[in-house]
């Protein structure tokens, strides 16, 4: 039994939890009221970051926090235990949101979006909650917040399009917990227990076939959620059909809790299965890392084109789970950084897009460049920064895995490296197409005139410019992404600060 | 007993599967609910089944005396089923909603958000 209270300070690890679905609750109370429940969300994500912030440097300087609940000891209580990945990357994720809930008062139109804060404050508390749970089951059941959350959203409006998409969303996603609570359910049966931090313990001592069997079907669960290759229809199925906004909420929070989990579920977990499941990880990687820029090419339509590029995303992630040295794991953990930026902020510079032109098809865009030369810029830098060009953010994690690929030896690490520079060209084209298209080409006879600069809107870009300005500091000045990156991604390959953390160090039983 | 049950998790989940397969946006959902009950029927029998004692510890006992049920697979169970029927009620009103929209329960023809006959892209640049 826990007799004594937590102390004060560490409830800075379940506040940002507790401040999002209090503020979900009042934004429904308060509904009718839109103004005082915008100016209330915008204060909670605020406090949210703040205790982030707290949490970051805290785990920075300690090592990793955890906090089990209800009084029973660890393995049967469940925990919240913060490593620096997991407190680093809820941190980016909730500044992602109070930028796209600014960028989205100028974007909202007239229509109807009752309930929209409560929405994303449940999104954003299934998303931190995700990041930052010790326990199998509880981030079973984060997911399903988060995708309660997304289906609302996504259907936010109910134009028929949005409906097409949610059927898809919906069915594929639910599908993937479903199979994700099969991998817990038999988890749980040959190892009695669901606390992380105990998997970590015992996963080396139980039957490896029956490890290897659970990992493959996580590894199917994940990556549904994370859109990898084979698994991936959902995505550029659902993600241009809501307002631009709630697509930037969707790609900078989603498929990265999915390939977050993926990573912490085969690095940390269970890495002997792991182990097992390395050529499929490579190949996973290699697929996803060439198919989805090659998607990108041939896609028309802005926002779905811009769906394929984040995939092709997720193959790089796919690479740090592959080759997990210390190069790899943290190669992986800075891409995801920078996926939630990047995409996030692509998202919303289609929708600045989107709404200058009126289109939503790259064919009857063109000419803007003319109209507006920051849109221009804004795109082409975020083009370049998710191709990985130096000295922008993308850059970074790509040298990473290229170093890890490339010092792992075998061949599975020469192919993973040709794999990332080929996806680094090909989504260069696929990226100054669409740039080419948008804004330099004339534009097509018949196209409505591009608008761009009414006063609502300025919200819009300026949230978009603070995102790319973000973007091109971290660029700049990476070292303290690196020094993060050199205390976080060791606890990450050596699980055993984060066991002492939780307080089940000491010899298996 | 487990060897029955194990069984009966296949048949559900064979069943959830087949029904996943068909086209028809109520018979996936039909499916996705079968196999969610394989799934919580799975835990249940993974997590130890007994015929003894009900897991209550007399009072002044740290722990209890003798075999026990195990409580938690119950507890995993019932959260699992609340959640899953919520997701099982939106994807119902979405595919009303959907079918009432679009006029179209069949996937082949829910094509949207994603048309079949779209042109090629451009060949420019």
């Given at each position: 039994?826990?007799?004594?209270?937590?102390?004060?300070?560490?409830?800075?690890?379940?506040?940002?939890?507790?401040?999002?679905?209090?503020?979900?609750?009042?934004?429904?109370?308060?509904?009718?009221?839109?103004?005082?429940?915008?100016?209330?969300?915008?204060?909670?994500?605020?406090?949210?970051?703040?205790?982030?912030?707290?949490?970051?440097?805290?785990?920075?300087?300690?090592?990793?926090?955890?906090?089990?609940?209800?009084?029973?000891?660890?393995?049967?209580?469940?925990?919240?235990?913060?490593?620096?990945?997991?407190?680093?990357?809820?941190?980016?994720?909730?500044?992602?949101?109070?930028?796209?809930?600014?960028?989205?008062?100028?974007?909202?139109?007239?229509?109807?979006?009752?309930?929209?804060?409560?929405?994303?404050?449940?999104?954003?508390?299934?998303?931190?909650?995700?990041?930052?749970?010790?326990?199998?089951?509880?981030?079973?059941?984060?997911?399903?917040?988060?995708?309660?959350?997304?289906?609302?959203?996504?259907?936010?409006?109910?134009?028929?399009?949005?409906?097409?998409?949610?059927?898809?969303?919906?069915?594929?996603?639910?599908?993937?917990?479903?199979?994700?609570?099969?991998?817990?359910?038999?988890?749980?049966?040959?190892?009695?227990?669901?606390?992380?931090?105990?998997?970590?313990?015992?996963?080396?001592?139980?039957?490896?076939?029956?490890?290897?069997?659970?990992?493959?079907?996580?590894?199917?669960?994940?990556?549904?959620?994370?859109?990898?290759?084979?698994?991936?229809?959902?995505?550029?199925?659902?993600?241009?059909?809501?307002?631009?906004?709630?697509?930037?909420?969707?790609?900078?929070?989603?498929?990265?809790?999915?390939?977050?989990?993926?990573?912490?579920?085969?690095?940390?977990?269970?890495?002997?299965?792991?182990?097992?499941?390395?050529?499929?990880?490579v190949a996973l990687a290699m697929a996803t890392l060439l198919i989805a820029p090659l998607g990108a090419i041939a896609e028309t339509n802005?926002?779905?084109?811009?769906?394929?590029?984040?995939?092709?995303?997720?193959?790089?992630?796919?690479?740090?789970?592959?080759?997990?040295?210390?190069?790899?794991?943290?190669?992986?953990?800075?891409?995801?950084?920078?996926?939630?930026?990047?995409?996030?902020?692509?998202?919303?510079?289609?929708?600045?897009?989107?709404?200058?032109?009126?289109?939503?098809?790259?064919?009857?865009?063109?000419?803007?460049?003319?109209?507006?030369?920051?849109?221009?810029?804004?795109?082409?830098?975020?083009?370049?920064?998710?191709?990985?060009?130096?000295?922008?953010?993308?850059?970074?994690?790509?040298?990473?895995?290229?170093?890890?690929?490339?010092?792992?030896?075998?061949?599975?690490?020469?192919?993973?490296?040709?794999?990332?520079?080929?996806?680094?060209?090909?989504?260069?084209?696929?990226?100054?197409?669409?740039?080419?298209?948008?804004?330099?080409?004339?534009?097509?006879?018949?196209?409505?005139?591009?608008?761009?600069?009414?006063?609502?809107?300025?919200?819009?870009?300026?949230?978009?410019?603070?995102?790319?300005?973000?973007?091109?500091?971290?660029?700049?000045?990476?070292?303290?992404?690196?020094?993060?990156?050199?205390?976080?991604?060791?606890?990450?390959?050596?699980?055993?600060?984060?066991?002492?953390?939780?307080?089940?160090?000491?010899?298996?039983? | 007993?487990?060897?029955?049950?194990?069984?009966?998790?296949?048949?559900?989940?064979?069943?959830?599967?087949?029904?996943?397969?068909?086209?028809?946006?109520?018979?996936?959902?039909?499916?996705?609910?079968?196999?969610?009950?394989?799934?919580?029927?799975?835990?249940?029998?993974?997590?130890?089944?007994?015929?003894?004692?009900?897991?209550?510890?007399?009072?002044?006992?740290?722990?209890?005396?003798?075999?026990?049920?195990?409580?938690?697979?119950?507890?995993?169970?019932?959260?699992?089923?609340?959640?899953?029927?919520?997701?099982?009620?939106?994807?119902?009103?979405?595919?009303?909603?959907?079918?009432?929209?679009?006029?179209?329960?069949?996937?082949?023809?829910?094509?949207?958000?994603?048309?079949?006959?779209?042109?090629?892209?451009?060949?420019?640049?």
């Open positions: 039994m826990i007799e004594s209270v937590t102390a004060a300070g560490d409830w800075v690890l379940v506040l940002p939890l507790a401040l999002c679905l209090l503020g979900a609750a009042l934004a429904l109370i308060l509904r009718r009221d839109r103004a005082l429940v915008l100016v209330m969300s915008l204060l909670v994500i605020a406090a949210v970051i703040a205790c982030e912030v707290v949490l970051l440097l805290r785990v920075y300087e300690a090592g990793p926090l955890s906090m089990t609940m209800g009084k029973w000891l660890p393995p049967f209580g469940i925990s919240f235990t913060a490593d620096l990945f997991g407190a680093g990357f809820s941190l980016t994720a909730a500044v992602v949101t109070l930028l796209v809930l600014v960028y989205y008062e100028g974007d909202r139109g007239s229509g109807l979006d009752v309930n929209f804060h409560a929405m994303v404050l449940l999104l954003l508390a299934g998303v931190t909650g995700s990041f930052l749970t010790g326990d199998l089951f509880n981030l079973y059941v984060w997911f399903e917040v988060m995708l309660i959350a997304s289906f609302g959203l996504l259907v936010l409006g109910g134009r028929p399009l949005q409906l097409d998409a949610a059927v898809k969303y919906g069915f594929l996603n639910f599908l993937a917990t479903s199979f994700f609570l099969l991998a817990l359910g038999l988890l749980y049966g040959s190892l009695g227990t669901l606390n992380m931090a105990d998997i970590m313990r015992v996963a080396p001592q139980a039957n490896m076939a029956a490890m290897g069997g659970i990992a493959a079907i996580l590894l199917l669960a994940f990556g549904m959620k994370a859109a990898v290759f084979p698994l991936n229809g959902w995505l550029p199925a659902s993600y241009h059909a809501p307002p631009p906004a709630i697509s930037a909420l969707f790609a900078g929070l989603l498929t990265k809790v999915g390939v977050f989990a993926l990573l912490k579920s085969m690095v940390v977990l269970l890495p002997a299965s792991r182990d097992l499941l390395e050529p499929v990880l802005l926002r779905r084109a811009i769906g394929f590029l984040l995939i092709g995303g997720v193959g790089a992630v796919l690479v740090g789970i592959a080759l997990p040295s210390l190069d790899g794991v943290s190669g992986a953990g800075l891409y995801i950084f920078h996926a939630m930026l990047s995409m996030t902020a692509l998202y919303l510079v289609a929708g600045l897009i989107e709404r200058a032109t009126g289109a939503t098809d790259t064919r009857a865009m063109g000419g803007l460049y003319a109209a507006s030369a920051p849109l221009s810029i804004l795109f082409f830098v975020l083009i370049l920064a998710v191709a990985g060009v130096p000295p922008l953010l993308g850059f970074w994690p790509k040298l990473l895995l290229l170093q890890a690929s490339l010092g792992q030896g075998g061949w599975s690490g020469g192919l993973l490296a040709g794999a990332l520079v080929v996806n680094a060209v090909l989504t260069l084209i696929a990226g100054s197409r669409l740039w080419a298209h948008i804004f330099w080409r004339a534009a097509p006879d018949g196209a409505a005139p591009a608008v761009v600069g009414s006063v609502a809107v300025w919200t819009g870009y300026g949230a978009t410019a603070l995102l790319v300005l973000l973007i091109v500091a971290a660029g700049l000045w990476p070292n303290a992404l690196f020094e993060i990156l050199a205390k976080g991604a060791p606890d990450l390959l050596d699980p055993s600060r984060y066991v002492t953390a939780v307080g089940l160090a000491g010899g298996v039983p | 007993m487990d060897q029955v049950l194990a069984v009966l998790v296949g048949c559900f989940m064979a069943v959830g599967i087949y029904l996943l397969l068909s086209r028809s946006v109520i018979r996936m959902l039909l499916g996705l609910v079968v196999f969610g009950n394989g799934v919580n029927l799975l835990i249940f029998t993974a997590g130890r089944l007994t015929r003894a004692a009900a897991p209550i510890i007399p009072a002044g006992l740290a722990q209890a005396e003798g075999p026990m049920a195990n409580p938690l697979p119950q507890a995993l169970i019932l959260t699992a089923i609340v959640i899953g029927f919520a997701m099982f009620s939106f994807l119902l009103v979405l595919a009303y909603r959907a079918y009432q929209s679009l006029d179209a329960d069949d996937t082949d023809t829910m094509r949207v958000a994603e048309p079949v006959d779209a042109p090629n892209p451009p060949l420019s640049y």
